[in-house]
């Protein structure tokens, strides 16, 4: 049984950072995706970050581009999401994704999702 479950979220202030971490387990393939996606209340779910295991670029929403940075620890199974240079609109519920195949920004595509973490920004 394929789980996520994802952690390092909390409450900073604008500017600071924040390290979500999300430990995948159970039956993998070779090449997958793997993404965090966040919402706020009122908010449709957007796609933050993915990154692919087969290769490529890592995919960034523009609103995080130079600020957030998406990576994989292969040996533990992780998914990271570094977050520096925090902004009060990055306030929401941040979840990991996996799908066994080519990533996507369309938070449908994903068979398996984390629990979700809390990230509070404040001004």
């Known amino acids: 049984q394929v789980q996520l479950v994802e952690s390092g979220g909390g409450s900073v202030q604008a500017g600071g950072s924040l390290r979500l971490s999300c430990v995948l387990s159970?039956?993998?393939?070779?090449?997958?995706?793997m993404a965090w996606f966040r919402q706020a209340p009122g908010n449709e779910r957007e796609a933050v970050a993915h990154?692919?295991?087969?290769?490529?670029?890592?995919y960034y929403t523009d609103s995080v581009k130079g600020r957030f940075t998406i990576s994989r620890d292969n040996a533990k199974n992780t998914l990271l999401l570094q977050m520096n240079s925090l902004k009060p609109e990055d306030t929401a519920m941040y979840y990991c994704?996996?799908?066994?195949?080519?990533?996507?920004?369309?938070?449908?595509?994903?068979?398996?999702w984390g629990q979700g973490t809390q990230v509070t920004v404040s001004s």
């Open positions: 994704a996996a799908v066994w195949s080519l990533c996507s920004t369309d938070w449908h595509a994903y068979n398996y």
């Open positions: 159970g039956y993998t393939r070779r090449t997958y995706c």
């Open positions: 990154i692919y295991t087969g290769g490529g670029r890592p």
